[in-house]
């Protein structure tokens, strides 16, 4: 922690001052805490000396799961679910699972992993992140239905993955006792804490004895994640099932609590998010990245324009998408932050394949948050108008047009 702070603080600082290049540019903050955690973990200058087993790298990446999956909730109340479940049924119905099957053949197949190792590592990059694609996201001239898919799709994927995530972890740890019980406790327990605790909060702000003031608002839906996360840990209920049910009952019942603590939230969120980036950077090393192999690297590469997109291509057979929004829809499907994690809970499980499964998980998750991020920009202006299209886009498209227009000799 002596080095792991000021390191987080100096990267921080870097990339507020970058911030408004980077939304103009294919630069990107998470591609950046990554790359900054790389130079500095031990495989290269050796600042931030850190490994899977310290409890720091557990501790924040479930504080940051939770606080992302707790503001995720909150964009999806059930309303919006409601209005609009159409085409997001259609990406975690059928393109979550296909994804993850698609995904384990893959490694089967390339890399050799047994059906149970293919599977969990299916498991643990099924799940999206909008974050590495925010330009197209927060892009007002992109499809509403588009822009509301991607939100929905990647706010829910998370937590559906998460089960898939530990019965294959315990599979591959040669459990024959799945413990079922005790898993369907934990998530019980989770969604009941999730629901209860911001539905009666929310509650009492109603009545006329209680009243947040201008100032405290913000804090009061802080306030009541702070008390999901105290009662999920008391109770072992599922933290991360009750934050996202939590965010989803703030968002459905507390409209007002909502709208004060949005911008807060995503601001904290987004913290977590970045240090525990830093941390994963710093774990990968040059021998790493070397030791997966050719195989891993194309293991990598056809994880991203192999399985995300055939199962979205199936997904979305007569949905009445464009073959734009599509193809928009196919490619960003970047290895989000809860890869990140389950990716870190693979590595210190003690399965015998944890370390080959997290060397691939580790170079997939590289390459998307690269290429995503630095690609969102690009496809969001797809959706551009013509006077919002920039002038060397024109002058190529016209050269384009006009080579296609000289007769052949």
């Not at 949905?319 to 870190?344: N, T």
Request: aromatic share 10%; no cysteine.
């Amino acid at each position: 922690m002596n080095t792991l702070l000021p390191a987080f603080a100096g990267v921080l600082l870097v990339a507020v001052l970058l911030s408004s290049l980077a939304h103009r540019t294919i630069l990107s903050t998470a591609a950046l805490f990554l790359v900054a955690g790389f130079v500095l973990g031990d495989g290269v200058l050796g600042v931030v000396s850190i490994s899977a087993g310290d409890e720091v790298v557990g501790t924040l990446a479930e504080l940051a799961l939770f606080a992302v999956l707790f503001t995720d909730g909150m964009r999806v109340g059930w309303a919006d679910l409601r209005s609009a479940w159409r085409l997001p049924g259609r990406a975690l119905g059928w393109g979550l699972p296909l994804t993850l099957v698609i995904t384990a053949l893959i490694a089967h197949y390339l890399i050799g992993l047994g059906w149970i190792e293919s599977l969990l590592i299916g498991a643990v990059l099924a799940p999206t992140d909008p974050v590495f694609a925010a330009a197209l996201v927060g892009n007002e001239k992109v499809p509403p239905r588009l822009r509301q898919l991607l939100n929905v799709e990647s706010g829910v994927n998370d937590g559906l993955a998460l089960p898939f995530v530990m019965v294959f972890l315990a599979l591959a740890a040669g459990s024959r006792n799945l413990h079922l019980g005790e898993l369907g406790l934990e998530l019980a327990l989770g969604l009941i804490i999730g629901v209860a605790v911001p539905w009666l909060a929310i509650k009492l702000e109603q009545t006329r004895w209680f009243s947040a003031s201008t100032a405290y608002e913000p804090l009061n839906a802080l306030a009541i994640g702070l008390l999901v996360l105290a009662l999920g840990k008391a109770t072992h209920g599922n933290l991360f099932l009750a934050a996202f049910a939590a965010g989803i009952t703030v968002a459905t019942f507390g409209q007002r609590q909502r709208e004060a603590f949005e911008h807060f939230g995503e601001l904290i969120a987004e913290l977590f998010k970045l240090a525990a980036l830093l941390v994963f950077g710093a774990l990968i090393t040059p021998a790493l990245l070397g030791a997966v192999g050719w195989t891993g690297w194309l293991f990598a590469v056809l994880a991203l324009v192999a399985a995300r997109p055939i199962a979205i291509w199936v997904s979305f057979l007569g949905s009445g998408l464009s073959v734009r929004e599509q193809a928009a829809v196919a490619w960003f499907g970047p290895k989000g932050f809860a890869s990140v994690v389950y990716g870190l809970i693979v590595l210190s499980s003690g399965i015998a394949a944890a370390s080959q499964e997290f060397q691939l998980i580790a170079v997939t998750i590289v390459a998307s948050i690269l290429l995503h991020s630095s690609t969102d920009i690009v496809v969001a202006r797809w959706f551009d108008d013509e006077r919002d299209v920039p002038a060397w886009y024109g002058v190529a498209r016209r050269l384009r047009d006009r080579v296609r227009q000289e007769p052949t000799p």
